[in-house]
T-cell receptor
């Protein structure tokens, strides 16, 4: 079975500062990895996903994530955050070949002016 | 495309009443997922369908919950009888069914059971 751990439930950061949101997964099989974002009172939207190939994945809104197989991690980064990045971010994993996702508990990013 | 459509957006009901949540997936999508989101438990997968057939309902909390997908363009999640602990935001998501395809989420239904 797959599982996802998001170590930080809340991350406050000042505007224009860099941010890293951490995600670790466990699985006994090959996996696909995802980051979704949820803005207040909305559903989740895909930020980026890793399927195979290059371990550095670029997504929308200037976010990127790096897959590290040895550390079973898929941390999300942005070099300079904006007020509009304030949202909840979810890491998710699926077994390669499957289409159902297992979500982490989410990290609430708050960008401080 | 209008995206995934959920109705109602908000539902307030009294304990013991029946609640029906509705979802219209994106046209052409073959997989549909129902999730529940609460502060305590986060985002939980309740059930998902492929080609209108329930594939995994292990996340359905108990017999009070049931879900149907009578055709490719409509699904319902029913709670009967409802209890205060069912209060949550319920999301529907759809995808083409291909492995690793993006799940597209609806705006959610905020359910409050008094």
């Amino acid at each position: 079975a797959q599982s996802v751990t998001q170590l930080d439930s809340q991350v406050p950061v000042f505007e224009e500062a860099p941010v890293e949101l951490r995600c670790n997964y466990s699985s006994s099989v090959s996996v696909y990895l995802f980051w979704y974002v949820q803005y207040p009172n909305q559903g989740l939207q895909l930020l980026l996903k890793y399927l195979s190939g290059s371990t550095l994945v670029k997504g929308i809104n200037g976010f990127e994530a790096e897959f590290n197989k040895s550390q079973t991690s898929f941390h999300l980064r942005k070099p300079s955050v904006h007020i509009s990045d304030t949202a909840e971010y979810f890491c998710a994993v699926s077994e390669a070949g499957a289409n159902n996702l297992f979500f982490g508990t989410g990290t609430r990013l708050t960008v401080i002016p | 495309d209008a995206g995934v459509i959920q109705s109602p957006r908000h539902e307030v009901t009294e304990m013991g009443q029946e609640v029906t949540l509705r979802c219209k997936p994106i046209s052409g999508h073959n997989s549909l997922f129902w999730y529940r989101q609460t502060m305590m438990r986060g985002l939980e997968l309740l059930i998902y369908f492929n080609n209108n057939v329930p594939i995994d309902d292990s996340g359905m909390p108990e017999d009070r919950f049931s879900a149907k997908m009578p055709n490719a363009s409509f699904s319902t999640l029913k709670i009967q009888p409802s209890e205060p602990r069912d209060s949550a935001v319920y999301f529907c998501a759809s995808t083409t069914g291909l492995a690793a395809d993006t799940q597209y989420f609806g705006p959610g239904t905020r359910l409050t059971v008094l």
